[in-house]
């Protein structure tokens, strides 16, 4: 656990999960930990460096922000949704991180350097027993290069679009079917290397 909290970043005060895809993504990487001793096909397997932003992150930015209200985009008829993603997704890009959080945010930036990452969304929802979120959300490549506060600006942007994808027509159309639109959808963020090579 000191590894996962020494990565992790959320509000003060958090109380968030992981995620779905997060919790996934660790339990895989526990199980094969413990076979590569036992396996030689296992033994070059090599563990990505991540990051973990919290599910309760969404509720301080949208707090911080006074984006409260953008919660009732969900009760829309899809045709009204699909003509309000683009002017909301702005909207969350516009906005800005609690400073708590923009320092985490900085520790990923120097940690990672100019290697590019992925933002990858991981709900609360995504991998849960009956439920295939796989594809609903955002995840997104970051080049990760220039200065550092660029790097920073490109990072939160992605964040921000990974949080508004949570009000998209598709996931919202999902929920709606299952029974889930009055759920809070909390959307914790696995933050990844991308691992390759540059050419």
Sequence with gaps: FVS?????????QGYGKLGGKTSGVLLAEKIIKKQMGKDE?????????????????????????DLDEVSHVKYLDPIEIRQ???????????????YEIIEGLRRIVRDLKDTPVIVRSSSLLEDNFGYAFSGKY?????????????????????IAE????????????????RGLLDFNEEMGILIQEVVGTRV
């Design 84 to 98: 309000e993603q683009p002017f909301l997704e702005q909207i969350f890009k516009n906005a800005s991180f609690p």
């Design 41 to 65: 096909v296992l033994k070059d397997v090599a563990f990505p460096r991540s990051w973990y932003i919290t599910s309760d992150t969404i509720l301080s930015f949208i707090h911080y922000n």
């Design 162 to 177: 990974v949080y508004a994808s949570t009000l998209a027509p598709d996931p919202i159309e999902y929920r709606r079917e």
């Design 4 to 12: 996962i909290m020494e990565h992790a970043i959320g509000p003060a």
């Design 138 to 158: 955002r995840s997104l490549f970051v080049p990760n290069i220039c200065t550092e506060e660029e790097r920073l600006v490109s990072l939160m942007n992605a």
